[in-house]
């Protein structure tokens, strides 16, 4: 006879609560409650915020209790439970419907917010996240190589753009593939020594390779300006056309009143149809033999190569690939930004690409795009909590990888595979039969 096991009580609930509200306190107590800074004469002054932490302490109290009830309502862990089929199918319409609104509310980003310089700004920003992040989901997510010096080939992108753009003329159409491929024959430099290595240790060597970039790009001052960076890089124009006002700009070709906020919009379709193209090929990838053999390299290694795919190849492909959409973004922001210099490049943008990966759900392409939004939007929404503003971005990070511990949207299912089971002839297996 199975038992039925009991809620736990009042008393219980309360006695986790109170746990949880000491390990905030004593948390808290230096991160909260006293501040330090240095004062103007060197010495070191504090004050405190008791008020706050006391504050924080109580909602961390209620909170245990809320999702202790919660965990009552919802029932206990282990137990089977059904969603009633018109729920399966609002949510799996919804599931489909999200995209295709994403897609359409971006595209009308510049109309509703036209006259709103900070909103469109926001968006470019966002949009290039989104790119780097469905770059980078190529190598982490689809080949599940951890690889935290991505920073680099934005870097290279960058740079690339400026130098070429700069010391030969060349527009932004002839340079943006420049860059692609420079970036790609880096990637591909990057994965010849790491042919041997995984997790951790390939973790390492990447963000190795990271810092060393931007540690050339500082000393060789002679070819990137060193600390200095690099100014003056040109400006997009729409295919020869520059966006600027006077007979020769494009609002005086077709007639119109030239205004700033043209470029803006410009930008943001420009690097809307660049996170387009990636998201297109890297889905046309997953379809192809390659794409299956990154999915089978993320699953298996050993047995990756036991069905005799080439793991060189792979490897190369994927850091090839991923690289190239990170030159991409890298040659967009060198242009809108028009100014780059190393401090744009650290191991603090790496971490956050990868961050909007994981937190997105490796593999997943709505989902490192959700990611994106919810974190870059995310830092401006709690801009104005100043001190506490990483603070609850952290909290927030950690309770979605508690309950989302495969991102928002989790996806590992294979691309392709058999949805029926196939019987084998007896010719063909040695026991001699099926």
Same mark, same amino acid.
Do not use: D
């Given at each position: 006879m199975t038992q039925i096991p009991r809620a736990p009580g009042i008393a219980f609930i309360l006695k986790k609560a109170l746990i949880s509200a000491l390990v905030a306190l004593v948390l808290f107590s230096l991160m909260i409650g006293i501040r330090t800074e240095a004062g103007p004469t #060197?010495? &070191?002054i504090y004050w405190t915020r008791f008020g706050d932490l006391a504050a924080m302490v109580a909602a961390v109290f209620g909170g245990s209790i809320i999702v202790e009830l919660l965990r009552q309502w919802w029932g206990p862990v282990g137990t089977i439970r059904i969603i009633p089929p018109r729920l399966q199918s609002t949510l799996a319409v919804a599931r489909r419907g999200i995209a295709p609104v994403l897609l359409i509310f971006t595209f009308l980003v510049p109309v509703i917010f036209y006259d709103q310089r900070y909103i469109l700004d926001l968006g470019i920003l966002v949009l290039t996240y989104v790119m780097l992040g469905w770059g980078l989901n190529v190598v982490v997510g689809l080949a599940g190589l951890l690889d935290l010096g991505y920073v680099a080939f934005y870097a290279v992108g960058a740079y690339s753009y400026?130098? &070429?753009? *700069?010391?030969? #003329? &060349? @527009?932004f159409w002839v340079c943006l593939?420049?860059?692609g491929i420079l970036a790609a024959f880096w990637g591909m430099m990057l994965g010849f020594p790491v042919l041997r290595l995984r997790g951790d240790y390939l973790a390492i060597v990447t963000l190795a390779f990271g810092e060393i970039i931007r540690l050339v790009i500082i000393n060789w001052q @002679?070819? *990137?300006g060193g600390p200095n960076g690099v100014s003056g890089i040109p400006r997009p124009t729409f295919f020869g056309i520059p966006l600027v006002p006077g007979p020769d700009g494009l609002a005086a070709k077709l007639g119109i009143e030239f205004s700033p906020t043209h470029r803006i919009v410009f930008l943001f379709y420009l690097i809307? #149809? &660049?996170?387009?193209l990636t998201n297109w090929v890297t889905i046309r990838l997953r379809r192809l033999p390659i794409g299956r053999a990154w999915e089978a390299l993320r699953e298996d290694e050993v047995a990756c190569r036991a069905l005799g795919i080439n793991i060189t190849t792979t490897k190369l492909t994927a850091f090839a690939t991923g690289a190239m959409f990170g030159g991409f973004a890298g040659a967009f922001f060198a242009t809108r930004q028009g100014f780059i210099s190393p401090e744009s490049f650290t191991f603090q943008e790496s971490a956050l690409?990868?961050?909007i990966v994981v937190l997105g759900g490796m593999g997943s392409q709505l989902g490192v795009a959700l990611a994106a939004l919810t974190m870059i939007g995310g830092f401006e929404l709690f801009r104005g909590l100043e001190q506490?503003?990483?603070l609850v971005f952290g909290v927030a990070m950690v309770l979605l990888m508690i309950w989302r511990p495969r991102g928002l949207i989790g996806h590992r299912a294979p691309t392709v595979f058999l949805r029926h089971s196939q019987a084998i002839s007896s010719d063909l297996v040695k026991e001699g039969h099926g």
């Open positions: #060197g010495q &070191l400026a130098l &070429l753009a *700069t010391n030969f #003329g &060349l @527009s593939p420049l860059a @002679s070819l *990137t809307l #149809g &660049l996170a387009l690409v990868l961050a506490y503003r990483m």
